[in-house]
């Protein structure tokens, strides 16, 4: 199953492709696998989610692991190793009106956090993510 407008999945940083974010399927036949790769997204009504017991191997190993995600339904992606200029203008966009640059970092947060004022995210109606940077907006 490709990755299609509307699909409900799970995005998060691939620790092995530098770059990319893996996409894996939250719904339909693919369920629980990825679908693919992008270089950028943007996902609505999204949730994010940390699996506590992932984290604490984190902290335990001090070896990466995918344990937090961006659950949300796909809106527009990019697929090729550049992020679309249409993908990287919505995720400034986003920060210029006041949006949440929002950021995840095991070791210091239990959940994902506004990179300026610290404070918890959970929730968020639209979100776009560039590589590692993450930008939501209507939590």
């Known amino acids: ?35 693919g790769h992008v270089s950028a997204i943007e996902l609505e009504g999204c949730t994010f989610r940390v699996s506590e017991a992932g984290r604490q191997r984190v902290i335990r190993e001090r070896a990466k692991n995918v344990h937090a995600t961006v659950r949300g339904r796909v809106v527009d992606m990019c697929l090729e190793p550049s992020p679309s200029a249409c993908l990287t203008e919505k995720h400034s966009a986003i920060l210029t009106a006041g949006g949440n640059d929002t950021t995840y970092q095991p070791y ?24 590692k940077f993450v930008a939501a907006a209507g939590a």
Do not use: W
């Open 108 to 131: 210091y947060t239990p959940t994902f956090i506004n990179r300026e004022t610290k404070q918890p995210v959970h929730t968020a109606q639209t979100v776009v993510i560039v590589g």
């Open 1 to 35: 199953m490709p990755i299609t407008n509307g699909l409900l999945c799970d995005v998060y940083l691939n620790l092995h492709k530098a770059g990319f974010l893996s996409v894996r399927a939250a719904e339909g036949p693919d369920k629980g696998r990825v679908v």
